[in-house]
């Protein structure tokens, strides 16, 4: 059995640190390993999680996803055999902690790729703090909520939350939201609970300029083509990975059941095919979170594709 | 798993099914879109591809992802799957 892999990830000062070091006294989180990358020389992080010392791997200076990534991979190696070896407790899950301006795209790619990371880990869950005081801040900020599966708005005493909740449910809908204050969160509330079913949500239709990262979904009637789907997908992500920050849907390719895509940017995950339908709908619905295009265009592009296929 | 990588750590995600006929099928499917752009693409002993331009310039990909990247760098441009042009052209 694969061990369960959190990543977390939020703005500078977004209370991310804070959110971990509650959520590792909690009596309910279980035995956790954590993965802190260290941003600069003075190791604040190391120290406030302390509780974990023996089990917490710092990495040096740098940011994880872009220049460490060769490390994340040789730091989740190194705790499965000092874990194999007894030198360190048994763990359940592992939280990666990465600094405030990292790109979440290549840890996930570390994730699925490297040999023995792979086969060992599995990314069970995005969780990304957002602060209520600031909202979203850059690029960067707006990447890390996209790829979220949990959203956890932080510093809810000092601001109102509400506005940057709505903000955050017109970027990804599909992310249940969580406050916090102070960091006080359960692990259950981070961890527990399925993921959304993307035919429920609710898509903020109104229009914005083009530069706008925002939610969209496309509806398909037809039967989806999966050999289409892949040569679409993945010739859309060359052409427009940068704008394309999520892709998440389940896809009625003809079988029992539907197939779920999941993908970050340019990183998709295997596809996987669930034994069945939630219920009698069995239209194709994708999440697309980016900027640049419409669902209109999407549709029309996808539609083509599909329709190529099935004229052999 | 990324498309930008190319490198054959993994059976790509798009690739995963479907076997020698999918394969097959496959490539039917992207000489289609590469036709647009004067591209042709040949599989070669199933386990790459070879992908030609007009010109006579070739180059061996080994997975629909390294596919996009090499058909961008022989047409010398981008291959948008939005562009009404493609669209219009497999319709």
Redesign the interface.
């Known amino acids: 059995m694969k061990t369960p892999v959190v990543l977390l990830t939020g703005y500078l000062g977004s209370g991310k640190t804070t959110l971990l070091a509650r959520l590792l006294a909690h009596p309910d989180m279980g035995e956790t390993a954590v993965i802190v990358n260290e941003l600069g020389e003075a190791a604040i992080d190391h120290h406030l999680l302390r509780r974990v010392d023996e089990r917490t791997v710092v990495l040096g200076n740098g940011c994880v996803c872009c220049t460490l990534r060769g490390d994340l991979a040789d730091e989740l190696r190194d705790l499965l055999s000092r874990r194999d070896r007894g030198e360190i407790p048994g763990f359940g899950r592992v939280v990666v902690e990465t600094t405030g301006l990292a790109d979440p795209a290549p840890i996930l790619?570390t994730l699925?790729?490297d040999?023995v990371a792979?086969h060992h880990f599995e990314l069970e869950r995005v969780v990304t703090t957002v602060d209520a005081q600031h909202g979203l801040r850059g690029e960067e900020s707006v990447k890390q909520a996209a790829v979220a599966d949990r959203l956890v708005v932080t510093k809810i005493d000092l601001a109102d939350p509400d506005p940057v909740e709505r903000e955050l449910r017109r970027l990804n809908p599909g992310a249940e939201i969580v406050e916090a204050e102070q960091g006080d969160v359960s692990p259950h509330e981070l961890f527990d609970g399925v993921e959304r079913d993307p035919r429920e949500l609710v898509y903020d239709e109104t229009p914005t300029h083009d530069h706008e990262v925002r939610a969209l979904c496309l509806t398909l009637h037809e039967q989806v083509d999966?050999?289409?789907?892949?040569?679409?997908?993945?010739?859309?992500?060359?052409?427009?990975?940068t704008d394309v920050l999520r892709v998440k849907g389940l896809l009625d390719v003809g079988a029992e059941g539907p197939l779920l895509i999941n993908g970050v940017q340019?990183?998709?995950?295997?596809?996987e095919h669930l034994p069945s339908w939630p219920d009698a709908d069995r239209r194709s619905r994708i999440v697309f979170i980016g900027r640049g295009?419409t669902d209109e265009?999407?549709e029309?592009?996808l539609s083509?594709?599909n329709?190529?296929?099935s004229a052999? | 798993m990324c498309v930008l990588c190319g490198v054959l750590l993994n059976e790509h995600w798009a690739e995963q099914e479907g076997g020698r006929r999918g394969r097959v099928f496959r490539g039917r499917l992207l000489n289609r879109v590469l036709e647009v752009y004067g591209l042709r693409l040949d599989d070669w002993s199933g386990r790459v591809w070879v992908l030609r331009d007009r010109k006579g310039r070739t180059a061996v990909v080994a997975d629909l992802g390294a596919v996009w990247i090499e058909a961008e760098r022989l047409a010398g441009r981008p291959l948008d799957p939005l562009d009404p042009e493609l669209v219009d052209a497999l319709a």
């Open positions: 790619y699925l790729t040999p792979r999966w050999t289409a789907f892949g040569i679409w997908l993945t010739m859309l992500l060359q052409a427009r990975g340019h990183v998709v995950h295997p596809p295009f265009e999407l029309r592009s083509a594709f329709r190529a296929a052999w």
